[in-house]
């Protein structure tokens, strides 16, 4: 299993500019999540998805899109980049099992607005 | 979700053992304890998790009191391959499983 997949791995935009960044899982898992990692900081919840179909917001979801017509795929949208987006994009997922909380990671994605 | 508190960083020496508690005060009866390690440029990975008294695998040993407002990740005869990030997380499984990660614990493993 590839696990957790993200593309691209760094990604320079221009203000106003959009960029999907994707991200898919072959786990068969049914959670997924984005996240954002600022320099120095803990993560935070941008979006999640429980299952294909079904997404709902996080902590931090303003300038944000995702979607979910698949069980194995993620991709979460920037609309309207701007310099407050530069981050670290990190893409999880889980499986539903009642018990664990153990989230399996992308590699992230490095995206600098400027 | 429960609000966790832990220290910002923490030294320690090849072989030592380092032991890194979190404060979870308002801890719900259907949360876990999960313990996450972030190495500079990756994504975290998780290492363990609990609910009640002591928990053991491979990597790391997790002990939690009775009143499990409070837990401790022990990490035995750490290596410089240790210095990473440690994130402590309260939540449960359901409603989606949203956790919530703080600033987490810089661990710095010196020779």
């Known amino acids: 299993n590839a696990g957790v997949t993200q593309t691209p791995k760094f990604r320079i935009l221009k203000i106003g500019q959009s960029m999907t960044l994707q991200c898919t899982q072959d786990?068969?898992?049914?959670?997924m999540y984005w996240y954002r990692q600022d320099p120095g900081m803990g993560l935070k919840l941008i979006y999640y998805?429980?299952?294909?179909?079904?997404?709902d917001k996080g902590e931090v979801p303003n300038g944000y899109n995702v979607s979910r017509s698949t069980t194995e795929d993620f991709p979460l949208r920037l609309e309207l980049a701007a310099p407050s987006q530069t981050s670290v994009y990190f893409c999880?997922?889980?499986?539903?099992?009642?018990?664990?909380?153990?989230?399996?990671f992308g590699p992230g994605t490095r995206l600098t607005v400027l | 979700l429960a609000k966790t508190t832990q220290p910002i960083s923490m030294d320690s020496y090849e072989g030592q053992e380092v032991n890194i508690t979190c404060s979870h005060n308002n801890i719900a009866t259907n949360d876990y304890i999960t313990w996450y390690q972030q190495f500079p440029s990756q994504g975290p990975r998780f290492i363990i998790q609990g609910y009640k008294t002591k928990v053991t695998n491979e990597v790391a040993s997790l002990f939690i009191p009775a009143d499990r407002k409070s837990s401790t990740l022990s990490l035995p005869r750490v290596s410089l391959s240790d210095t990473a990030v440690y994130y402590c997380?309260?939540?449960?499984?359901?409603?989606?499983?949203?956790?919530?990660f703080g600033g987490g614990t810089r661990v710095l493993v010196k020779p």
């Open positions: 998805s429980v299952g294909a179909g079904i997404t």
């Open positions: 786990m068969n898992h049914n959670y």
């Open positions: 997380l309260v939540g449960a499984e359901a409603a989606g499983n949203k956790l919530t």
């Open positions: 999880a997922s889980k499986t539903h099992d009642g018990t664990t909380n153990e989230q399996f």
